[in-house]
């Protein structure tokens, strides 16, 4: 078992707990004790949606994850912020101020690019070794630094009503280390009132999308039939946006040595370097020189 396992998160459940609910249906499912699952970015326990779950080999891929883009849908409710910018927490500001749609699409655009936000006090950042979410929830002050993010695109859905809005649903395209909720939070303050995240759902994580996702119900279902197979992306999904890499086996047999392979006509970048169907590795070439970035123990 080597690939991706893309659940739709439901409601409530942590993204470690996801990696927990794969590795307890693998086992159950019987195929064998102690196979690796990592997830490819953590998502919050009031979000939903595309979790990439990396089985055997494709945890060496997971770390690209975290570094990937990734769409959302979100709603704000107007009116109200809480602790934690979502409906989990406590309101702590109010205001009577409603924005039309015409003043939000005014706003947007201040929104998107590259752009500076400082994240929630209830997030997994670390302050001098300690969550930032442990020292909030013990009531200390949690002060954290702006950083700066990339919004890509940022736009109203469809079917938005006119006139005051007590609450609106966009979809955001957005860099690594973007925080909604405090997207959300701003948003809300540039048009004169406050807000906080009421659905928050990721619809695309990297390259992964929800068409290929499932439930958690579906996985364990699929688990016991063991069919697990039928819905275990390769580990190539994780990377479509690096071309392949021909070798012959004698290549494949150097790089698996660690071995730097010379005079190989290429451009340079990465490679998905493989022999035949086989992964052998995620390469770098410079200069006609191929290393390994990150090796693949397969047959």
Same mark, same amino acid.
């Given at each position: 078992?080597?690939?991706?396992?893309?659940?739709?998160?439901? @409601?409530?459940?942590?993204?470690?707990?996801?990696?927990?609910?794969?590795?307890?249906?693998?086992?159950?499912?019987?195929?064998?004790? !102690?196979?690796?699952? !990592?997830?490819?970015?953590?998502?919050? %326990?009031?979000?939903?949606?595309? &979790?990439?779950?990396?089985?055997?080999?494709?945890?060496?891929?997971? =770390?690209?994850?975290?570094?990937?883009?990734?769409?959302?849908?979100?709603?704000?409710?107007?009116?109200?912020?809480?602790?934690?910018?979502?409906? +989990?927490? +406590?309101?702590?500001?109010?205001?009577?101020?409603? %924005?039309?749609?015409?003043? *939000?699409?005014?706003?947007?655009? =201040?929104?998107? !690019? %590259? #752009?500076?936000?400082?994240?929630?006090?209830?997030?997994?950042?670390?302050?001098?070794?300690?969550?930032?979410?442990?020292?909030?929830?013990?009531?200390?002050?949690?002060?954290?630094?702006?950083?700066?993010?990339?919004?890509?695109?940022?736009?109203?859905?469809?079917?938005?009503?006119?006139?005051?809005?007590? +609450?609106?649903?966009?979809?955001?395209?957005?860099?690594?280390?973007?925080?909604?909720?405090?997207?959300?939070?701003?948003?809300? @303050?540039?048009?004169?009132?406050? =807000?906080?995240?009421?659905?928050?759902?990721?619809?695309?994580?990297? %390259?992964?999308? &929800?068409?290929?996702? #499932?439930?958690?119900?579906?996985?364990?279902?699929?688990?016991?039939?063991?069919?697990?197979?039928?819905?275990? *992306?390769?580990?190539?999904?994780?990377?479509?946006?690096?071309?392949?890499?021909?070798?012959?086996?004698?290549?494949?047999?150097?790089?698996?040595?660690?071995?730097?392979?010379? !005079? #190989?006509?290429?451009?340079? =970048?990465?490679?998905?370097?493989?022999?035949?169907?086989?992964?052998?590795?995620?390469?770098?070439?410079?200069?006609?020189?191929?290393?390994?970035?990150?090796?693949?123990?397969?047959?």
């Amino acid at each position: 078992m080597h690939g991706w396992i893309i659940l739709d998160k439901p @409601l409530g459940l942590g993204s470690t707990q996801g990696v927990s609910a794969v590795k307890r249906v693998l086992r159950q499912g019987g195929y064998g004790k !102690g196979i690796k699952v !990592g997830h490819g970015g953590t998502l919050d %326990p009031l979000a939903t949606g595309v &979790l990439p779950i990396a089985v055997g080999e494709a945890t060496k891929l997971a =770390g690209r994850m975290l570094d990937s883009d990734k769409v959302y849908d979100f709603t704000i409710r107007f009116g109200e912020q809480t602790s934690t910018l979502d409906a +989990e927490g +406590e309101v702590v500001t109010a205001s009577d101020v409603r %924005p039309t749609r015409d003043a *939000l699409e005014a706003v947007l655009p =201040g929104f998107t !690019g %590259p #752009i500076e936000q400082v994240p929630p006090a209830y997030s997994a950042l670390k302050i001098d070794g300690e969550r930032a979410y442990d020292l909030a929830r013990a009531g200390e002050e949690v002060v954290l630094a702006s950083r700066a993010v990339t919004i890509h695109a940022l736009t109203v859905q469809e079917g938005a009503a006119d006139g005051a809005l007590e +609450e609106i649903t966009l979809t955001a395209h957005v860099s690594k280390g973007t925080y909604i909720r405090s997207l959300a939070r701003d948003i809300a @303050l540039a048009l004169g009132t406050v =807000g906080h995240v009421t659905m928050l759902r990721r619809i695309k994580a990297g %390259p992964f999308t &929800l068409a290929p996702a #499932i439930s958690l119900d579906k996985l364990n279902e699929m688990g016991q039939a063991r069919t697990l197979e039928q819905i275990l *992306l390769p580990l190539r999904a994780g990377l479509d946006d690096i071309p392949a890499l021909a070798l012959d086996p004698d290549q494949a047999g150097a790089l698996r040595q660690g071995r730097v392979l010379a !005079g #190989i006509a290429v451009d340079d =970048g990465q490679y998905f370097a493989m022999l035949g169907d086989t992964p052998v590795a995620l390469v770098e070439a410079l200069e006609g020189n191929v290393r390994v970035v990150r090796g693949f123990n397969l047959d």
